[in-house]
């Protein structure tokens, strides 16, 4: 009888794996690379120490990951012909630093571990790492993704967040992954940190309306200030802090920002001028502990999107490159 129930169990568990249905889970690389958490970590510190770059440079790696073929580390990938994710328009203004915290990790677990932690993994591991690093909450991150085999430009398109989106369609489009709008709300607070080029947000200062040339949502004295550091025609290089008030600090000042009409793009100030939103926006605004518990829930539901687990995929030796 014990042997019946025993081997009915083992064949559930083949069925369940087999079928690719294997699940994230926190402490998924337990025995096979214990520390992997704190090497990610100290390649994490090692380039911070380098620039302030690598924490928004990273955070935002996780969105165009994740949302593009799931969270399978397909931003990554290198192509010579130039017609990879990371080559896609949307992606023109990644900051290499963010990749380079990927790979740094990577080489120092793989010293370790060789082929057995996915890139995709790490790249988690480090958002949330840069997180904490700023000032932000820790949360453990469920592991087990496995690393995808497709990665194109041309399925970038129409996946990822525009700055000029309303918020139906930022629900929209955070919805296909799963997450709901307060998810949505919380994790846009990751513009409390990084920049902005001035091409993101130029119509809200130049050419906003037939009635208005600046969006009246904006507000004037801050509205001065983005038409003082981005003139028409100016450099494109030329960016501005997403948090005009505390640009390296993993806070909530960042929907204080929103309700004084300092949201830099037309997403972001959505959130506060549509009624549908703005409740939530307030209340992250007042109560930190409570936009730092919604930001790690969100976090983690972000990391699910489209994984693949089990057989699925690949464990890449080097992140920018399939295995060959
Ligand atoms: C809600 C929809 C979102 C939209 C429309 C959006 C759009 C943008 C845009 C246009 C930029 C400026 C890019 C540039 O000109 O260099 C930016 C920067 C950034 N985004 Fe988002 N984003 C969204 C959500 C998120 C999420 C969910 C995260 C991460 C959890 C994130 C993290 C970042 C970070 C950290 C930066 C600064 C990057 C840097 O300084 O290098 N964003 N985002
Ligand atoms: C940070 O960088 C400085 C030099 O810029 C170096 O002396 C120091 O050891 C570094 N610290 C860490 C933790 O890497
Ligand atoms: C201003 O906006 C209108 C309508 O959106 C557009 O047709 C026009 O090209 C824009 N002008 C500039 C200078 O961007
Ligand atoms: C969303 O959840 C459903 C049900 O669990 C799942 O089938 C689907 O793959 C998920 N979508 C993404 C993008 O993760
Ligand atoms: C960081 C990065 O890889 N950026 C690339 C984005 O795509 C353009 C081409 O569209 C490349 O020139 C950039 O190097």
Redesign the pocket.
């Known amino acids: 009888m014990e042997a019946w129930r025993g081997l009915c169990l083992a064949m559930v568990i083949i069925m369940l794996t087999g079928r690719g249905e294997a699940q994230l889970k926190q402490n998924f690389y337990s025995s096979s690379c214990p520390n992997v958490e704190s090497i990610v970590k100290q390649a994490v510190v090692t380039k911070l120490n380098q620039t302030f ?1 690598t924490i ?2 990273t ?2 790696l ?2 165009h990951d994740c949302f593009v073929e799931g969270c399978d580390a397909s931003i990554m990938i290198a192509s010579p012909n130039g017609d990879a994710e990371k080559d896609a328009p949307d992606n023109l ?1 990644l ?1 290499g630093d963010g990749f380079d915290t990927v790979i740094k990790s990577k080489a120092a677990v793989e010293v370790v571990c060789p082929g057995v932690v996915s890139c995709a993994d790490i790249l988690v591991i480090a958002a949330r790492d840069v997180v904490v690093l700023a000032g932000g909450p820790f949360f453990e991150v469920e592991l087990g993704r496995r690393d995808g085999l497709i990665s194109e430009a041309s399925r970038v398109t129409g996946n990822l ?3 000029f ?1 309303n918020l139906n369609q ?1 629900n929209a489009i955070f919805a296909k992954n799963n997450l709901t709008q307060d998810d ?1 709300i919380a ?2 607070g ?2 409390t ?5 001035c091409s ?1 947000f130029a119509n809200r200062l130049y050419n906003f309306s037939s009635s208005s040339k600046v969006d009246p949502s904006l507000n004037p004295i801050y509205a001065q200030q983005l038409m003082q550091a981005c003139p028409q025609n100016v450099d494109p290089l030329i ?1 501005v802090d ?1 948090d005009p008030v505390t640009p390296q600090i993993f806070d909530n000042v960042y929907y204080k920002n929103l309700v004084g009409g300092k949201g830099l ?1 037309t ?1 972001d100030e959505v959130l506060f001028t549509n009624s549908a939103s703005r409740r939530r926006v307030n209340n992250f605004a007042k109560n930190p502990s409570h936009f730092n518990k919604f930001f790690a829930n969100a ?1 983690v539901k ?1 990391g699910r999107a489209g994984v693949k687990t089990g057989s699925e995929g690949q464990i890449r030796t080097d992140c920018t490159a399939f295995n060959s």
């Open positions: 770059v928004p440079a955070l935002r996780i969105l203004s900051a967040p525009e700055p989106f930022l949505m994790l846009s990751a513009h940190v990084g920049v902005s080029h993101r960016a997403l793009l997403s976090m972000l």
